[in-house]
């Protein structure tokens, strides 16, 4: 054994206080080292004026929390390894045997894949509802429902649906109140106000009240990072009694965050608005072209005209500085061959073929709805859908990536 080990750890030099830089500190750590025994047994894990294990919080997870409750309009957060984790916490947190969850029928895949399996497993049942329809979602509340799933547009076929009136009816079902849960990574806190929707005219004669939803989850994979390199998730409330019941779930299951990964987006959050103006305004700019070609029967863009759910984007959004995120759908000619479709996404040299989004690489991804849906759809052409997810690179770039990848997929290939 090294002599020496024990000085190593034990040195004594300690470096000066008063390093006072913009950039907030990496703090690492699972043990935290208490005064003494009286201040260890003081220390309450809930209570963010103090650390108890890196696990429950340190400097640097407390001031990203921070940041984000603030982007969100909120005011608790928890952190978690990745979004889909973020989803599973309110789902871990909110539910138990015997209750039911709704989500939208066009909500985030893997949603549906935890309601259909874990929670299916533990005896939470599940029903889809419309998203373009608060009339179905309203006959599908029962006392049995304690959470209802929300998103902005959906994903992948991205409807706008009208948010507050979705809020609404659930906030007018009278045999129970079921706890709203938005997945808000399209709008990233950015596009709308989660928990300031807008104002309900009442009931009767009781004044108005303003409308929001309960949760926030956030993929900061996507925007907030913004390159391609972090996986974390976040979920935001204004209500301390359900950040408590959270964080109670998030410590059980031990769901931690790593340091440098909280660095890497505090580094990137102060230019997230600016990317997500530059890749909104690129998003729009090139749904429009494709749009005007023949071979796209439909553009699938919430914040242009002809996208599903449109006027609910503009209710919600052009009063906030009518921003959305640089993410679109199109339907491709449904005479186009399946094979047709692949060699078009194969063509591209620019877009990337890859799933997630909200990095400065643009990518490309077909999907086949079949099996992605359980209820009827009016809002959508048929059509083979591709998802473009724009980057940061020049938009005319980008133009001419399309233009070559349409016009190679449409050359006759031999039978
Ligand atoms: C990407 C995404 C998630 C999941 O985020 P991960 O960090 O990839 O797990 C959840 N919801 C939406 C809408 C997403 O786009």
């Known amino acids: 054994m090294n002599i020496l080990s024990t000085e190593l750890i034990h040195h004594p030099y300690q470096a000066p206080e008063g390093f006072e830089s913009p950039v907030t500190p990496v703090y690492k750590g699972s043990t935290v080292i208490f005064k003494n025994v009286a201040a260890m047994r003081q220390r309450d894990w809930r209570s963010r004026n103090g650390y108890t294990y890196g696990l429950h919080g340190t400097p640097t997870t407390f001031t990203l929390e921070e940041r984000l409750s603030s982007l969100e309009g909120g005011q608790h957060c928890v952190l978690l390894p ?38 299916a497993h533990w005896g939470i049942s599940h029903q889809y509802y419309d998203p373009l329809n608060p009339a179905d979602l309203a006959s599908r509340l029962s006392s049995k429902t304690r959470l209802v799933w929300l998103e902005a547009p959906g994903s992948v076929t991205m409807e706008f649906p009208d948010l507050l009136g979705l809020v609404q009816v659930c906030r007018e079902f009278e045999a129970a ?43 900061l994979t996507k925007y907030p990072s913004g390159g391609g390199d972090v996986l974390m998730g976040s979920v935001v409330t204004c209500d301390e009694a359900l950040h408590l019941r959270l964080k109670a779930t998030h410590m059980r299951m031990g769901w931690g965050v790593a340091a440098n990964d909280c660095e890497t987006l505090l580094r990137s959050l102060p230019s997230m608005a600016l990317r997500y103006e530059a890749q909104d305004a690129s998003a729009r700019q090139l749904a429009q072209w494709l749009g005007a070609k023949k071979d796209v029967v439909q553009v699938l863009h919430p914040a242009l005209p002809g ?95 399309l233009a070559q990848a349409l016009a190679r997929s449409k050359r006759p290939e031999p039978l």
């Open 307 to 401: 996208g599903p759910g449109y006027d609910h984007w503009v209710a919600l959004c052009e009063g906030q500085g009518g921003l959305a995120a640089g993410l679109f759908s199109v339907l491709l000619d449904p005479a186009w061959r399946p094979a047709q479709v692949d060699a078009f996404c194969d063509a591209l040299k620019l877009f990337k073929i890859g799933y997630s989004w909200g990095g400065p690489i643009s990518l490309v991804m077909p999907y086949d709805l079949k099996g992605m849906r359980h209820l009827p759809t009016t809002a959508l052409k048929p059509g083979h859908l591709v998802r473009f997810s724009v980057g940061l690179e020049r938009p005319a770039d980008l133009q001419a990536d």
């Open 177 to 219: 109140s079921p706890i709203l849960a938005l997945d808000n990574t399209w709008g990233a806190g950015l596009a709308f106000k989660p928990f300031a929707l807008g104002w309900s005219s009442g009931h009767r004669s009781a004044p108005p009240t303003l409308l929001g939803v309960d949760v926030s989850v956030h993929a």
């Open 82 to 119: 990745s979004g889909l984790a973020a989803l599973a916490n309110v789902a871990l947190a909110l539910l138990k045997t015997g209750d039911e969850v709704l989500l939208p029928d066009n909500v985030y895949g893997p949603n549906k894949a935890l309601a259909e399996h874990e929670l």
